[in-house]
């Protein structure tokens, strides 16, 4: 037998009384020894051991046990076969939180170096030649727009540095005309002018 606070659902008044066991069924008893209810054990609800927070036994009709003996509990519970599982353990377990939190770290920094760019990769893949185009057009027209200005830089500077880009060698990329877009930047830009590589089709 256990003690434990027993509350039978239809009073906030906390009965003393102690819990045993007897052939299959939980057996309630007041401070005299006198049989108070008694259930079968299929038909009750045990709450999780939560560290050092009492544990409930629960009846079917609403009443229930407030257990405070953890010790004692555990014992009577390992005698009717009843077993936790493996996630009341781990979070009772500051070396498996641990762990849990670890993976989780783990996770995260896997998805950020390794997962994300093979999906942004894979993805950019997956985007169809005519709309890549259609979405560059319409990014370099709303830098147009109020954005960029029309550059001033020399036409022999611009000549340069168009002949130096074509003459890198390009990635092995079908499909793909690459150019260069010169532009003035406004008050957000820090320098007097920018270039801008945009794909043309």
């Known amino acids: 037998m256990i003690p434990v606070t027993y509350f039978d659902g239809r009073s906030s008044r906390a ?3 102690t819990l045993a066991v007897d052939a299959g069924q939980a057996v309630l008893r007041d401070a005299d020894g006198a049989e108070l209810r008694r259930a079968a054990l299929s038909s009750l609800r045990v709450s999780e051991r ?6 409930l036994v629960t009846f079917a009709d609403g009443a229930f046990c ?11 519970l390992a005698d ?9 353990k781990a979070q009772n377990s500051w070396r498996m ?11 995260l920094v896997l998805g950020y170096y390794v997962l994300l760019p093979w999906s942004a990769a894979h993805m950019a893949r997956a985007v169809p ?15 147009d727009n109020g954005l960029v200005e029309p550059t001033r830089l020399p036409p022999a500077e611009q000549a340069r540095i168009r002949t130096g880009f074509a003459s890198l060698k390009l990635p092995a990329d ?10 003035r930047g406004g008050a957000w830009a820090p320098t007097h002018w920018r270039c801008r590589a ?3 089709w």
């Open 50 to 55: 939560v560290r050092r927070a009492p544990r």
């Open 174 to 183: 079908p499909g793909h005309d690459y150019q260069i877009v010169f532009r």
């Open 97 to 107: 939180a641990g762990m849990a939190v670890a993976a989780l770290v783990a996770v």
């Open 15 to 17: 009965h003393q009384a």
């Open 198 to 200: 945009a794909p043309s």
């Open 80 to 88: 009717t076969g009843h077993h936790e599982g493996w996630v009341v």
């Open 129 to 143: 030649s005519a709309l890549e185009a259609q979405l560059g057009r319409a990014t370099l027209a709303s830098l």
């Open 66 to 76: 407030q257990v405070s003996d953890h010790a004692a509990f555990d014992r009577l």
